[in-house]
């Protein structure tokens, strides 16, 4: 069959749907009920024909008041219009675990039909939010552009954006938004537990307890970070001749004299340490070979690390636990 003749007599394409997904919507996984043909608005890409993506009947619906310039943009504002659309449902996993709600006794016919159905009406919200679609492609070739990198997810559930996650768990757990947002901001969007957990037990949400809780946020945070750089940071360092030191083997890894030189020269003497001066390490060793220095690092590593979490070796046997215990 030529694909370009059908088009043109057509008027539109269809993205392809493999087998196993011929009766399912491209945006929440439901039965399918009736393709949209999707228009790019404003039409950055000169998109010429319509796109038809298979959708279930409140996709559907969705689809037709969002405008927006590409596939991966509209299923962002569909899945934001099922976020919203079953906040309750979605809600229910914020409020309560499985358990709970098995255990709990309401009381009187509606609240018992309630816990009946609370969980099941909560994980298909669930699926539908976090239904990732199949692999764009039209007559085989990939759907540029196509992009999931905007998503977050909290608590086992995806959601488009980080502003919309932000939106909805502020309300899920009854905080203000605004402060919600200042503290995501503070804390970093991969923190959103962080974040929540703080926001949560904040003392008081009047805008002057607002401000001095983000201030001593941002106190607790430079606390925490200087204490990570003090961590990793190395001791001063000793001047070793490589026939000073003992090569080892461990879990079958050869432990090498320069490798241990070198630590032993930077100070180094924990993993973390080990981790913040990698570049360096491969820098220096690199010059003799990719190979060597990955050797050696492989190797450094598996001796830091049963030097940490074997202490009784570490002191008593470690045939080189003089010379660590001078930079120690
Ligand atoms: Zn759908």
């Known amino acids: 069959m030529n ?13 392809d749907v493999p087998f196993e997904y011929r009766h399912t919507c491209w945006f929440c996984g439901e039965p399918y009920y ?12 000169r998109q010429q024909l319509p796109i038809m993506v298979p959708c279930c009947q409140e996709c559907y619906t969705f689809c037709h008041s969002i405008k ?10 569909v899945k934001e219009k099922l976020h919203r659309k079953y906040e309750k449902h979605l809600q229910i996993g914020a409020n309560w675990t499985k358990e709970e709600l098995e255990d709990s006794e309401f009381e009187g016919k509606a609240l018992e039909g309630f816990r009946e159905s609370a969980w099941k009406m909560f994980e298909i919200a669930k699926y539908r939010v976090n239904y990732s679609g199949w692999p764009l492609t039209i007559d085989g ?15 086992g559930i995806i959601y488009p954006s980080l502003v919309q996650a932000v939106v909805q768990l502020a309300k899920a757990y009854n905080i203000p938004q605004p402060y919600l947002e200042d503290v995501v901001e503070v804390v970093g969007r991969n923190r959103l537990a962080y974040a929540l957990r703080f926001a949560k037990t904040t003392y008081g949400y009047s805008a002057e307890e607002r401000e001095a809780s983000i201030v001593s946020l941002k106190v607790m945070l430079a606390e925490e970070s200087a204490q990570s750089r ?6 001063l360092g000793i001047d070793v001749a490589v026939s000073e030191i003992t090569e080892l083997i461990l879990s079958r890894t050869m ?8 630590v032993l020269k930077e100070g180094i003497s924990t993993l973390s340490q080990l981790a913040e001066h990698e570049d360096a390490f491969f820098e220096y060793f690199t ?10 690092f492989n190797g450094i590593q598996v001796y830091l690390d049963k030097r940490e979490t074997d202490c009784e070796w570490a ?7 003089a010379l660590f215990g001078r930079i120690a």
């Open 68 to 77: 927006v310039s590409g596939l991966d943009l509209l299923r962002d504002k």
């Open 230 to 235: 003090e961590e990793t940071k190395p001791a």
């Open 315 to 321: 002191m008593n046997e470690d045939p080189n636990r």
């Open 287 to 296: 010059q003799e070979s990719e190979l060597v220095a990955f050797t050696y």
């Open 255 to 262: 432990i090498s004299p320069h490798a241990i030189q070198w």
């Open 34 to 45: 009736e393709s949209y043909s999707f228009m790019a608005s404003p039409n950055y890409d």
């Open 3 to 15: 694909n370009k003749s059908s088009v043109q007599s057509s008027g539109y394409q269809s993205i």
């Open 141 to 155: 070739l990939p759907v540029m552009g196509i992009t999931s990198s905007f998503q977050v997810e909290f608590n």
